[in-house]
């Protein structure tokens, strides 16, 4: 699952806290959570089951993993050392690549995931691909693809054939490519955001999650910053939506200055679906519900994982003992949860899934 990063997220991060700074002081409005759905299911809280801190492997300041195996692939906000690769079995690290615009470097990255076997990472200035390599004692990274669009894609999710992109691309929240746009999906429709410009919910809808049923017939948009959700078939390499979820609309209002991607975000917005994960059977959303208000720069730390069905029926709610904070993961393998957590520095959380009946 791919995940949005570094430059990306700062820039997003900046939208965000500015809009703050900025935002409508009006009382704010009730809206649903979309914990009520799962108020007639067991809500389960889950310990932690494994956690490997990450200050002793030299990354401080890490935002995302997926493992690989015996190893961890993390990401590291930092303009040195993006990626780290970790081999729990040799205890062992590898460092690589940078931000720069030099050979093996990346000027913003972003959408770090996972096809196969393979590892890939996004350039947003480059609008640029990259498979990453590891060697030896090294990373590096070679171009896998060049994007081809007028569109400024800030996450590219790699399929099989084509990929899906979110960023400001007109009038769609979602597209998907397969060398030509083959198919897009409409923008989340609330009242208080209807006379926004595609620029304005561009920036609103841009930070979504989204996963891939591995059996690819199927996929999952979420969004981060209102709640509502997106179930998808993927058929003859096109996207159409069988259901959405409306939960609670984001109080936002649009930018001060004409025509900016600036919105302005109330500080009793809900935070809402962070990431999400999934296998042939389960949808697990990582869900905050958190407000600026309520917990300042920690509302994108999440400890609610809503685990629905691919027909879009809620099943569980688990509370995690420890919150993971934006990206989330599923081992399919050894049924765990995984993700970045601070307790108090970066640490990697796993949480075992195989005795939670569903």
Not at 282 to 294: A, D, I
Not at 325 to 352: A, F, K, M, Q, R
């Amino acid at each position: 699952m791919p995940h949005f990063i570094d430059s990306e997220k700062l820039f997003l991060s900046f939208i965000f806290i500015a809009g703050f700074l900025v935002g409508c002081t009006a009382s704010p409005i009730i809206t649903d959570s979309p914990l009520k759905d799962f108020s007639n299911k067991k809500t389960e809280k889950i310990n932690v089951s494994k956690s490997l801190v990450l200050e002793q492997y030299e990354i401080y300041k890490p935002c995302s993993v997926i493992k690989d195996g015996g190893c961890y692939l993390v990401e590291n906000q930092t303009n040195e050392n993006l990626i780290n690769i970790i081999d729990i079995r040799k205890n062992k690290v590898i460092h690589g690549i940078n931000i720069g615009e030099g050979p093996n470097e990346l000027i913003s990255p972003s959408s770090f995931q996972r096809r196969g076997n393979d590892f890939f990472i996004y350039d947003i200035a480059r609008k640029t691909v990259y498979k990453i390599c590891k060697g030896e004692d090294s990373i590096s990274i070679n171009k896998f693809n060049q994007i081809i669009t007028n569109e400024r894609l800030l996450q590219v999710y790699l399929l099989p054939k084509g990929f899906f992109g979110l960023g400001l691309m007109g009038d769609s929240w979602v597209t998907y490519y397969n060398n030509l746009l083959t198919s897009s999906l409409d923008f989340p429709d609330f009242n208080n955001t209807r006379n926004f410009t595609n620029i304005e919910k561009g920036s609103l809808y841009m930070s979504s999650t989204i996963t891939v049923k591995p059996d690819g017939a199927k996929m999952v948009c979420a969004a981060q910053n209102a709640g509502v959700i997106s179930f998808c078939n993927l058929q003859s390499e096109k996207m159409l939506e069988y259901k959405r979820l409306k939960y609670h609309e984001p109080l936002v209002s649009p930018p001060r200055t004409a025509g900016s991607s600036s919105i302005a975000f109330d500080r009793n917005n809900k935070i809402a679906f962070c990431s999400s994960a999934s296998d042939n059977n389960y949808v697990f959303l990582l869900y905050s519900g958190r407000t600026f208000n309520s917990h300042g720069m920690s509302s994108h730390h999440c400890e609610h994982v809503l685990i629905y069905d691919w027909a879009g029926k809620p099943l569980k709610h688990l509370i995690l003992e420890k919150p993971i904070y934006g990206n989330l993961n599923y081992d399919s393998g050894t049924h765990t949860l995984y993700g970045i957590g601070y307790d108090p520095e970066g640490v990697i959380l796993e949480y075992d899934l195989s005795r939670i009946e569903l």
